[in-house]
């Protein structure tokens, strides 16, 4: 009997300073690289644009989506590798679920924190 491809999470947050245009490009190939491996396709959630936890290249939000899909563990490695040289990807992460791992809630998580604002270098105003 064949060993079923796992299941994979993978969190990419986009920059909403990129064009539309380009982050939809950059799903697309993920998704096309996915299928190409012999993949599925099981989930695809677009959390749309929410504040980072701390500023991540100068950017205080970022555009959030989750994908979750089967694939054989060798495209792990060159996902990884073209996600980092991809203009326009903030961070990701690939999680690989184990038998037994809840699903993923239906609606995204709540906002928990926010960037700081920036330094604006002038007089800080204090209350009484």
């Known amino acids: 009997m064949a060993a079923q491809a796992p299941l ?5 947050l986009l920059s909403p ?5 380009q982050r939809e490009k950059i799903l697309a190939d993920v998704e096309s690289q996915i299928t190409d491996a012999s993949g599925s396709i099981e989930r695809k959630d677009d959390w749309g644009q929410r ?6 290249q100068h950017q205080p939000d970022a555009d959030y989506h989750l994908l979750q899909f089967k694939a054989p563990p060798t495209l792990i490695e060159t996902l990884s590798h073209d996600l ?3 203009d326009g ?5 690939v999680i690989k679920n184990l038998p037994g791992t809840p699903a993923a809630p239906d609606s995204p998580p709540p906002v928990v924190a926010t ?3 920036a330094a604006s270098g002038g007089e800080s105003e204090t209350v009484d």
């Open 8 to 12: 994979y999470d993978l969190v990419l």
């Open 17 to 21: 300073a990129a064009p539309e245009e």
């Open 51 to 56: 504040p980072l936890a701390y500023r991540i």
């Open 84 to 86: 980092r040289i991809t």
């Open 89 to 93: 990807v903030v961070r990701f992460r």
């Open 115 to 117: 960037a700081a604002p």
